[in-house]
């Protein structure tokens, strides 16, 4: 996984509260069996939509997502985090995130960071009334900015310790928990052996 | 100070845990379908590993899996590629498959608990939010992303940050007519779809008790759309009596030992939970949604409610665009809304006992005109049991259509979808845009209130309906 620390980039508003995971791609879209081209299903049924923001010249090319409460909520699918990516996307950002979507985000090296409500109506007036200039979501200093002098916008966002941890260093899940492979096999001997198996 | 039910189970499943990191929990059955793995499986074959523990994981087919011409090839060739790639990938890394035309093949969350392989005091996990289903037993069960189904195929274990705990006590008892879907579909009105978040939710008290499993896994089926990472409830006789005897359950002295511990798993008198809601299961009565999320739900005998009466202004936003989508407009009684298809499946309510409530009501009715019921089984062995009770005659003879097993309509993967505008009373548990289809509209409701809404040809409950003629089973 690459690693992430500080991305700026052209921010879209997407001004819509609980945009679940099937918003962000439907299921007849999640029949690809690699990790690319999922782009084509991102908000399928808004994209004709000329009004729809990324058809917007201005956030046509964003790499950051403004969204409303309750953003990826619903199913578990990580297509929804890797349509993002491919389309482009570093960065959402958020007042709650659906649980599962932000563990996957956090797998996937999409930054989900959430911010108080607040904030995030503070970065959708800023965008609109700068359409187009960069927002900066900095993972080292926790800090969401956008903008300079009074208008200036800076706020931190949360994120787990160990999901920070994990995506500045760009490492793999897998690989750690490997590295502690003594405890699963000692954990192994011990279980009951009334537990049920498939074969 | 004592542990509930859901620390029981969690700290008897840490493999490590170390100040800052979350716990790494061992998981003790991992379930599969051909949407959320083929990526999982790359990924193990691209670092050369391989499946730690086959035999405590799980393969099936049912998100893109065809209801009709069941003896055909998969029609469309990228659904086909994809349960192709789950055979391919369960032969490669020796994980059992149960695949179509198999006996045991079905929805994930009907033939784990079918076959006995969901037990209390279980960690159970899948790439698939409705895992909260086998919560039902007594166990901590949820859906993970494709990348964890990759790192528990690998290590059989997950890295987990302890939620908190919430108890939802539910209290007084459901009314006749009354189901456990209304149930939940009320609770998660009451508490919004954000208000699980964050939470492992035990469902306790003498409504929950008196619930059958079926019903129970209704309701812990459904924890997930109130954003709980988890539900689930206390294992009883109940719980025992449905596992005993079912192909993976232990037996003999195996039996008794896990029995003694089952029981074990009872939450502490002294526990604490970090937040307690109540809802009174006697004040329910049929409940069905009216916008694009579960939480969007009001009582049958209510009316489409006024966006301009709800304070918080996102809810407000929210339910304006619903009313859009949904072609609705405020203040509309709920039994006025006509509905085009009716969709009795799922795995929230596509079991033998949903099945046996619909058929019982629907006998010696039929279909209205201008209404089409599907009803889907949710596995191969619920299908082939309502035939052995001749469920699907009653059915068929109604007018309704009678399929093979699946996900089908729920989230119209397969050609079992909505067409564009077109509304949908589905005992299934998403109302989202477009989930059953582009532009279709969907009404969640219990499997009464479909049949007799399918009957009617506009939302309704078993009240509702006249009398059966006296010439019907003649
Ligand atoms: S029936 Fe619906 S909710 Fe259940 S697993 Fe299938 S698609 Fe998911």
Redesign the interface.
Known sequence: MEKITTHSGVAAPLK???V?T??II???Y??????SGFEDGLF??WRNDPEFVLNQDAYRDATILIA???FG???????A?WALQNYGFKAVISS?F???FR??SG??GLLAAEVDEKVVQALWDFVEANPGAPVTVDLESRTVSAGEGVDRIEDSFSI???TRWRLLEGL???A???S??D??TA??AK????????? | MGKTMAEKIWDDHV??SHA???D?L?I??HLIHE??S??AF??LRL?G?SV?R?????ATED??IPTTDLDKPIA?I??R??VE?LRRNAEEFGV?LYPMGNLDQGIVHVVGPQL??T?PG?TVVC???H?STHGAFGSIAF??????V??VL????L?Q?KPKMMAVEVTGALQPGTTAKDLILALIAQET??GG??YIVEYRGEAIEALTMEERMTVCNMS?EW?A?AGLIAPDETTFEFVKGRQ???TGA??D??VQ?WKSLVTDDDAHFDKVVTIDASTITPFVTWG??PGQGVPLSASVPDPATIEDA??R??AE?ALEYMGLTAGTPMRDIDVDTVFIGSCTNGRISDLRRAAELIEGRKVADNTRILVVPGSVRVRLQAEEEGLDVIFKEAGAEWRGAGCSMC???NPDTLVPGERSASTSN?N????QG??GRTHLVSPDVAVATGVLGHLASPADLPPVPATAGV
């Not at chain 2, 690998?154 to 274990?157: E, F, H, I, V």
């Open positions: 819509r509260s609980n679940d099937d918003q439907p299921a007849v999640l029949k690809r069996v690699t990790r399928a049924a409303g409460p309750d909520t619903g199913s578990s699918r990580e297509h985090v709650r659906g649980d599962i563990g996957n797998k996937s787990d310790d160990y793999d899940d897998v750690i928990t490997l502690h492979e405890d699963i954990y192994e279980r009951p052996s009334f537990k049920p198996a498939t074969i | 493999v490590r800052g990191e979350p790494l061992y003790d059955l949407v959320t083929p990526q790359d990924g670092s590993r730690r086959p035999d405590l994981t799980l998100h893109n469309d990228v659904s590629t994809q790639t059992r006995g392989l037990q279980m790439g698939d939010s895992t859906g993970i992303g494709t990348s964890e990759e790192h690998a290590t059989q274990s890295s940050a779809t954000g978040q964050g997930i954003g990472k993976h359950a232990p195996e039996w030992a896990a511990y694009t999320n996102n809810e936003v929210a665009r989230l119209g993967m998403r989202f845009e477009g989930r582009k532009g």
